[in-house]
């Protein structure tokens, strides 16, 4: 019988923690009781993943441009949103589609909008990193640089840790079961950013031979 499994039938959530709403906070002291609510009770907020991804997006900006002199590596002057959006938005919504795919492969109990949720809140140890580091890189000398990269690995870890439990609960696997889960959804995204690329470049080849097909009938009148 796996952890969720156990949880489910052995364990309550604390009553004071019941609302109508779901602190997404909540979750990252009480992942077990946050995200057993979002499978069996509907808690969890839409909106607040929206918020929380569009935080994600902007801190990855402000990290970006706003380190602190002697941390920043990166050309302020060449900033490219759609890049960082690419390295957030995106890589955030093709997680969920990969791990969506991959659980209803492997009978995972998990909706879409659970998976959405869950995903959110796991990230937000490292997101909150993000805008700390960057405050904190302000006012640090170089020789304690190494603190700022402990906070970093630390939120890394945390995150991973909800995203663990998270998809656990939500999709009912047992351990195991669900760390193949997980790689199955990193290979997962790995094969639709190949793919992606492969029709790019054969939209791209496609449209160079028709427009010099036609540039060519064109000339030939």
Do not use: C
Request: neutral net charge.
């Amino acid at each position: 019988m796996n952890i969720a499994t156990l949880y489910r039938q052995g364990l309550k959530l604390n009553p004071a923690k019941q609302g109508s709403k779901l602190n997404p906070f909540s979750a990252l002291l009480h992942p077990f009781d946050s995200f057993y609510a979002v499978k069996e009770e509907g808690k969890g907020s839409l909106l607040a993943v929206a918020t929380i991804v569009l935080v994600f997006f902007l801190s990855s900006i402000f990290e970006r441009q706003n380190t602190g002199y002697a941390f920043n590596m990166n050309n302020l002057d060449e900033l490219n949103v759609w890049l960082v959006a690419a390295k957030t938005i995106a890589l955030y919504a093709l997680w969920v589609l990969s791990n969506w795919v991959v659980a209803t492969w492997m009978d995972g109990e998990g909706k879409a909008s659970h998976i959405m949720i869950v995903s959110a809140y796991a990230i937000m140890p490292y997101v909150i990193s993000l805008i700390v580091t960057t405050l904190l890189s302000k006012i640090m000398l170089v020789e304690e640089g190494v603190f700022l990269h402990y906070i970093t690995v630390l939120a890394i870890l945390w995150s991973s840790v909800l995203m663990l439990i998270g998809l656990l609960i939500v999709h009912d696997y047992g351990f195991v079961r669900n760390l193949q889960s997980i790689a199955l959804t990193i290979a997962a995204m790995g094969i639709i950013v190949f793919l992606m690329i492969l029709f790019y470049t054969l939209y791209q080849q496609a449209y160079v031979f028709v427009t010099t097909i036609y540039n060519e009938v064109l000339f030939r009148l």
